[in-house]
């Protein structure tokens, strides 16, 4: 099975550390982020991975080369010239998921106790075009499902503004928040054949929602955390010490 990890932010939230160092290697409980994701995407059963980088790039690609890539094949998409939002790094890596299967996309900054196999047999299961891993917490922007946990919007609720742009009422909707990790359908490269290189994935399931089938996955008992801010690192080391590998 295959899987990409975002890695190549700036983790502006970060600094000071990361003026010195990527996101992706931010150590939590003596491990790089990075190396939390590989191994709990490597335990369940992903034995391929493409890494992309922009902020320090050559510090990833040497952490990698320095742990044998942790036995598994690891590519790298080199995104140091330009950074191509989310959307746009997946397009730029698509030559690495050319065996037509779907494929699982972490973000680095997310730890969590979610079964990723599971996940990824769900979508297996189900066949959409992407599978979205969402939870009820707190933020102020929300994705939009109907009752049988199909996407068909989103909304910022400090701003009042709603994707699509026409989309007039969330009565009737849940809302639920995006967790940084989902599974996707190759054909999206079909999909992004036309568009500009640089594009958010979330505009793009919200821009195909209504043609294609995009589906909301409330992983039971499901807990997480964002480590994007300095003022949860403490609170980061307690998860990883207290959350077993599923």
Same mark, same amino acid.
């Given at each position: 099975?295959?899987?990409?990890?975002?890695?190549? *932010?700036?983790?502006?939230?970060?600094?000071?550390?990361?003026?010195?160092?990527?996101?992706?290697?931010?150590?939590?409980?003596?491990?790089?982020?990075? !190396? $939390?994701?590989?191994?709990?995407?490597?335990?369940?059963?992903?034995? !391929?991975?493409?890494? /992309?980088? $922009? $902020?320090?790039?050559?510090?990833?690609?040497?952490?990698?080369?320095?742990?044998?890539?942790?036995?598994?094949?690891?590519?790298?998409?080199?995104?140091?010239? %330009?950074? +191509?939002?989310?959307?746009?790094?997946?397009?730029?890596?698509?030559?690495?998921?050319?065996?037509?299967?779907?494929?699982? %996309?972490?973000?680095?900054?997310? +730890?969590?106790? +979610?079964?990723? *196999?599971?996940?990824?047999?769900?979508?297996?299961?189900?066949?959409?075009?992407?599978?979205?891993? #969402?939870? =009820?917490?707190?933020?102020?922007?929300?994705?939009?499902?109907?009752?049988? &946990?199909?996407?068909?919007?989103?909304?910022?609720?400090?701003?009042?503004?709603?994707?699509? #742009?026409?989309?007039?009422?969330?009565?009737? @909707? &849940?809302? +639920?928040?995006?967790?940084?990790?989902?599974?996707?359908?190759? /054909?999206?490269?079909?999909?992004?054949? &036309?568009?500009?290189?640089? @594009?958010?994935?979330?505009?793009?399931?919200?821009? /195909?929602?209504?043609?294609?089938?995009?589906?909301?996955?409330?992983?039971?008992?499901?807990?997480?955390?964002? %480590?994007?801010?300095?003022? %949860?690192?403490? =609170?980061?080391?307690?998860? #990883?010490?207290?959350?077993? &590998?599923?």
């Amino acid at each position: 099975m295959k899987a990409m990890i975002f890695a190549a *932010g700036l983790g502006t939230r970060l600094k000071p550390m990361t003026d010195t160092i990527p996101k992706a290697l931010v150590p939590i409980a003596g491990k790089p982020l990075l !190396e $939390h994701v590989i191994l709990r995407l490597k335990e369940a059963g992903f034995n !391929e991975i493409i890494v /992309n980088v $922009h $902020h320090f790039p050559d510090q990833i690609i040497d952490f990698l080369k320095q742990n044998s890539n942790f036995g598994i094949r690891i590519e790298i998409s080199d995104e140091r010239d %330009v950074l +191509l939002d989310t959307g746009g790094a997946i397009r730029k890596a698509a030559w690495f998921f050319d065996d037509g299967k779907p494929f699982l %996309v972490h973000n680095v900054d997310i +730890l969590s106790n +979610l079964n990723l *196999g599971d996940l990824y047999h769900q979508h297996l299961t189900t066949n959409p075009l992407a599978t979205l891993v #969402v939870s =009820e917490r707190d933020t102020f922007r929300y994705l939009l499902f109907n009752e049988d &946990n199909r996407l068909c919007g989103w909304i910022n609720e400090k701003t009042g503004e709603t994707k699509p #742009v026409k989309f007039e009422t969330i009565s009737g @909707f &849940n809302k +639920l928040a995006f967790a940084g990790i989902q599974v996707l359908s190759p /054909n999206v490269f079909e999909l992004m054949e &036309n568009l500009q290189p640089k @594009f958010p994935i979330m505009d793009f399931y919200l821009s /195909n929602a209504q043609q294609h089938i995009i589906n909301g996955y409330i992983p039971t008992d499901f807990r997480m955390m964002d %480590v994007g801010k300095l003022n %949860v690192l403490d =609170e980061a080391e307690k998860f #990883v010490r207290v959350t077993p &590998n599923p």
